[in-house]
């Protein structure tokens, strides 16, 4: 199978404070990884595609020194939610890239409130 | 701009029936296609990939592609309530791309 995990998979902070998602493939290597967010009843909004060893591409909208990515091995990447606010909660999935294909595997997901 | 559309439904079968969800794209040149399943709470799982022509048929679940139309379909036969779910239709244009996803179609299977 094509495993990906996440962790947390819940998280409540304050507001202003930071906030590591962890995204892990655990039996494949994962070159690309993606992030998506995910409001209720919304569909899934790609946030950002991040590479092993270069520097995440955001797509339009979302702050890259606001949701910090890094893609520091095949099989780990983190978003870090910076000066977390109320209107940062949502439902936070990433995804892995198997090899070379174009099929990608989720992770269950981290659902984040900021109180 | 590269679009994958679907009709949001919700899109009601009775138990038994056979389901038919469908998709379309904008882009021509897209490759490869999916279909994934989310329950109300989770994350999408991968049902189906389709890459060529025609139909690919795995247990309940049939996937078709008709390039020429940009069209993509799923059918799920034999129904049940536990294919109640959002069924979310996406398209690669190329190889390492992200895909774009459809709003997604919303199943419900009534017993």
């Known amino acids: 199978g094509a495993v990906v995990s996440q962790h947390p998979s819940w998280v409540i902070c304050k507001s202003g404070t930071s906030v590591k998602i962890e995204c892990r493939s655990l039996?494949?290597?994962?070159?690309?990884m993606f992030w998506y967010r995910q409001f209720p009843k919304q569909s899934l909004m790609l946030m950002a595609t991040?590479?092993?060893?270069?520097?995440?591409?955001?797509e339009q909208g979302v702050e890259k020194d606001k949701f910090l990515i890094n893609h520091a091995s095949l099989t780990l990447s983190t978003l870090t939610v910076t000066s977390a606010h109320p209107e940062d909660s949502s439902f936070y999935i990433c995804?892995?890239?198997?090899?070379?294909?174009?099929?990608?595997?989720f992770g269950p997901g981290t659902r984040l409130t900021v109180l | 701009q590269k679009e994958v559309e679907q009709n949001s439904g919700p899109l009601s079968v009775p138990e038994g029936a056979i389901a038919s969800l469908n998709c379309t794209y904008s882009d021509r040149g897209s490759q490869s296609f999916f279909w994934y399943r989310q329950y109300s709470g989770k994350s999408p799982e991968l049902i189906m990939s389709?890459?060529?022509?025609g139909d690919k048929e795995d247990g309940r679940f049939t996937a078709q592609l008709n390039k020429a139309s940009q069209y993509v379909s799923l059918l799920i036969r034999d129904s049940q309530p536990s294919d109640s779910a959002t069924y979310l239709c996406?398209?690669?244009?190329?190889?390492?791309?992200?895909?774009?996803f459809g709003k997604g179609t919303t199943l419900s299977v009534s017993s």
């Open positions: 991040s590479n092993e060893g270069s520097k995440a591409t955001y």
């Open positions: 995804s892995a890239r198997r090899g070379n294909t174009d099929t990608q595997y």
């Open positions: 389709i890459y060529s022509n």
């Open positions: 039996d494949f290597q994962a070159t690309t």
């Open positions: 996406a398209a690669s244009l190329q190889a390492g791309t992200a895909l774009i």
